[in-house]
C-alpha cells in the first residue's frame, strides 16, 4: 500500500483498467485482498483453475510497491543462495532456485503476445569487496547444479572484484504485463477491507464472505495472528530513471544492501541505490544524483520514485497460511527486494494450497516456519526503542517513535514502516489509517 505522488516511469507510460467499487455484500470462494503484482497474480492463477475468486483494492491494482518497482525477474536474489544452503539444507535450497527458475519461464509464457517490453537478460551480482563471497556463491550453486558464472568485469563506470552471472533472465514493464493479467479478472478497487470477521471481510461498501482469503497487502494487516510485527521489517530504496546516459546490456545489482543497480528500460538507465531501513537515515536521492553528476555529467533524471521492501527474518518470502489458527487465511509477503519472481513463485503456491494440490516448496515458505534468526534481535531491538522514544509524534500501527524524513517530506516509522504525509495521509501500511492530526515537520 503506498499512495507516493511521484510518477514512475512505469505510470506515465501504461494504461491500467479501471474498475468499479464493491456495491452490497457478496459471496466468493476465494477472496484476494491487495491488487499489487502478487494479488493480481493470485487471482489469475485461480481463476485459470477455475476458482470463483474476487480481488479488492483499496486505491488502484498496480498503484503501490508494484509501480515503483525496477521489474527484474531473477532468480539471482542477491548472494542468497549460499546462505539458503546453510539455512536450510540443500534440497531446500534446490526447490527455492528451481521454483524462481519455473518462475521467468512463467512470465515468458504469459508475456507471449502482450507489449510489455518482455526481454531476455543477463542478471549480475558483483561485488567490490573482495571475491571471497562470489566464489562462496558459485561454490553452492553449483552443488545445486546450476550453471552460473564468474564473470571478471562489468559495462559499468567502475571497477568490480568480479560478478556471479545468471544467463537468460529477464526484464519487462510491469504495469503493462498487469494490464493484461488483469483482464476478466473479478475486481473491486476502491475498495478498503477495514477488518475480518472470520472468513467475512467487512468493507464500507459491503461485506464478503468467503471460503478462502488471501492477504497480499504487501504487509499483513491482521496484527493478532502470526507476529508479522516480528518477523517483518522494512527498507527504502530509490530509482532514476536517467536520459542520455549509457544503456549496459544486462541487470547489475551490488551483493551490498547499500550498493548500486542498474538496468535499461528503452532509452532510459534505471539508476537505484540509496537504501536503508525505512525510518533511518540513508543515501536516499542524493546518494544517486551524486553518482549520476559523477559518472554520468550528460544525463537527466526524467523519473525519480521511492519505493519500499518487505524484508524477512532469512531471505525467503512468507506464503502460506496466515498463521496455524487460521484455516482458510493465507498471506504473501516479504520479498526481500525480489518481488518479480517471488510473487509468482508464491502465487503458484497458493493456488496449489487453496485448491488442496501438492506442493513442495509448501514447507519452505511456510509462514510458520523458525522465526529464530539473528535478525529477529535486531527487529525487536528496534521496536524497543521506538517504543521508548520520549516524543508524541507517534505510529498508530503499535505505537513506535515517527521520525521526519527531509529528502521524502514524510514521518516514518522505523518498527516496521509505516509512512505518513505531512497532512498525515498513510503513504505506507502496515498502518491502515492516517494520523488523527498533521505533524509539523522539524
Not at 158 to 187: N, T
Not at 253 to 258: A, I, R
Request: glycine share 8%; net charge positive.
Amino acid at each position: 500500500m503506498s499512495t507516493d505522488r511521484n510518477p514512475t516511469l512505469w505510470t506515465a507510460t501504461a494504461a491500467l483498467p479501471r474498475f468499479e467499487p464493491l456495491r452490497g455484500d457478496i459471496r466468493t470462494d476465494v477472496l484476494v485482498i491487495g491488487g499489487g503484482i502478487a494479488g493480481l497474480l493470485c487471482a489469475r492463477l485461480l481463476t485459470d483453475a477455475g476458482a470463483d475468486t474476487l480481488l479488492v483494492e483499496k486505491d488502484r491494482i498496480a498503484s503501490g510497491v508494484t509501480a515503483r518497482t525496477t521489474a527484474k525477474i531473477t532468480a539471482q536474489h542477491g548472494l542468497l543462495y549460499d546462505k539458503l544452503l546453510r539455512r536450510f539444507g540443500a534440497e531446500a535450497a534446490g526447490l527455492y532456485l528451481r521454483a524462481n527458475e519455473q518462475a521467468i519461464a512463467d512470465y515468458r509464457t504469459m508475456s507471449r503476445g502482450v507489449d510489455c517490453g518482455f526481454e531476455t537478460k543477463d542478471n549480475y551480482v558483483y561485488s567490490c569487496s573482495g571475491r571471497a563471497k562470489l566464489e562462496a556463491e558459485l561454490r553452492a550453486l553449483d552443488k545445486l547444479g546450476h550453471p552460473a558464472v564468474f564473470a571478471e568485469a562489468l559495462p559499468l563506470p567502475f571497477a568490480v572484484d568480479g560478478a556471479v552471472c545468471f544467463r537468460e533472465q529477464a526484464q519487462f514493464r510491469p504495469l503493462d504485463f498487469l494490464a493484461s493479467v488483469s483482464c476478466g479478472l473479478r475486481i473491486c478497487e476502491q475498495t478498503k477491507v477495514r477488518e475480518l470477521e472470520g472468513m467475512t471481510a467487512v468493507t464500507v461498501q459491503g461485506r464478503i464472505r468467503a471460503k478462502a482469503i488471501i492477504v497480499a497487502t504487501h504487509f499483513p494487516f491482521l496484527n493478532k495472528h502470526g507476529l508479522y510485527f516480528m518477523k517483518l521489517y522494512q527498507h527504502r530504496s530509490y530509482v532514476c530513471a536517467l536520459e542520455n546516459a549509457p544503456l549496459p546490456d544486462g541487470m547489475f545489482v551490488d551483493e551490498d544492501q547499500k550498493g548500486l543497480s542498474f538496468r535499461r528500460s528503452g532509452d532510459f538507465l534505471l539508476l537505484g541505490g540509496g537504501s536503508h531501513r525505512t525510518g533511518k537515515k540513508g543515501g536516499a536521492f542524493s546518494a544517486l544524483d551524486a553518482f549520476s553528476a559523477r559518472h554520468y555529467p550528460a544525463a537527466h533524471a526524467a523519473y525519480r520514485w521511492a519505493t519500499q521492501d518487505c524484508m524477512s527474518l532469512d531471505g525467503v518470502p512468507y506464503a502460506g497460511l496466515y498463521s496455524r489458527r487460521t484455516p482458510g487465511l493465507y498471506v504473501v509477503s516479504g520479498f526481500n527486494k525480489w518481488g518479480m519472481t517471488s510473487s509468482m513463485v508464491a502465487a503458484t503456491l497458493l493456488r496449489d494450497l487453496i485448491l488442496e494440490r501438492r506442493n513442495p516448496l509448501a514447507d519452505v515458505l511456510s509462514p510458520a516456519r523458525t522465526m529464530l534468526r539473528p535478525q529477529l534481535a535486531f527487529n525487536l531491538l528496534e521496536v524497543t526503542a521506538g517504543l521508548l522514544t520520549p516524543t508524541t509524534k507517534r505510529c498508530p500501527h503499535l505505537g513506535c517513535a515517527l521520525h521526519w524524513n527531509p529528502q521524502e517530506h514524510s514521518w516514518d516509522c522505523a518498527c516496521h514502516g509505516s509512512r505518513f504525509d505531512e497532512d498525515g495521509t498513510c503513504l505506507d501500511n502496515p498502518a491502515t489509517d492516517g494520523l488523527k492530526k498533521p505533524l509539523k515537520r522539524p
